[in-house]
């Protein structure tokens, strides 16, 4: 059975970083596009970045661009968000999905405060 | 950005009801189109892909329709556990996009 498990989330003040990670089991991760999907409170499912199976082609939405970089390492059946210079707006619950999103992972909350 | 327009955004309907819901996208994007349900606390679910494929395990009472730019979900008989928001996303072009929402509720 397909599982997606993210984390690395947490409290970080603006300006700071994070590095989300997501682990799958259960498909082979390493022929799969990967997503990152957000949801801020109270407002609807933002697409974030996607990385190809072989890590060559990557693509973010624009209000992340120069500060997240989405990375994977197929030999640990890893996808990563790393998070920089974080601002107010990007507190979410950041999901993983494989593809255009046939599986997901529950979630992990960033919340960006001081 | 292509940007993915639903209406409405929210309703109260009764269970055994044909609901619609439409997806406008502001240029065409052939059938580049899914449909998720999401419910708070849990994660988004995949109902169609490529505008009318019905992902498996996904009960046949969903359905989808359309091309170009406009697009439906139609829920034949609702049922409870029905209640959730349902989001259009356009696969066509980068970023990708999801619509704004429309919150389904049980009267």
């Known amino acids: 059975e397909v599982q997606l498990v993210e984390s690395g989330g947490g409290l970080v003040q603006p300006g700071g970083s994070l590095r989300l990670s997501c682990v799958d089991s259960?498909?082979?991760?390493?022929?799969?596009?990967m997503t990152w999907v957000r949801q801020a409170p109270g407002k609807g499912l933002e697409w974030v970045a996607n990385?190809?199976?072989?890590?060559?082609?990557?693509h973010y939405v624009d209000s992340v661009r120069g500060r997240f970089t989405i990375s994977r390492d197929n030999a640990k059946n890893s996808l990563y968000l790393q998070m920089n210079s974080l601002r107010d707006e990007d507190t979410a619950v950041y999901y993983c999905?494989?593809?255009?999103?046939?599986?997901w992972g529950q979630g992990t909350l960033v919340t960006v405060s001081s | 950005a292509i940007r993915m327009t639903q209406s409405p955004s929210s309703f109260s309907t009764s269970t055994g009801d044909r609901v619609t819901i439409t997806c406008r996208a502001s240029q065409g994007i052939s059938t580049y189109l899914a449909w998720f349900q999401h419910n708070p606390g849990k994660a988004p679910k995949l109902l169609i892909y490529?505008?009318?494929t019905l992902q498996s395990g996904v009960p046949s009472r969903f359905s989808g329709s359309g091309s170009g730019t406009d697009f439906t979900l139609t829920i034949s008989r609702l049922q409870s556990e029905d209640s959730a928001t349902y989001y259009c996303q356009q696969y066509y072009s980068y970023p990708r996009t999801f619509g704004q929402g429309t919150k389904v509720e049980i009267k």
């Open positions: 259960g498909f082979i991760f390493s022929t799969n596009w």
């Open positions: 990385i190809k199976p072989d890590g060559s082609e990557k």
């Open positions: 490529a505008a009318s």
């Open positions: 999905a494989r593809g255009i999103g046939d599986f």
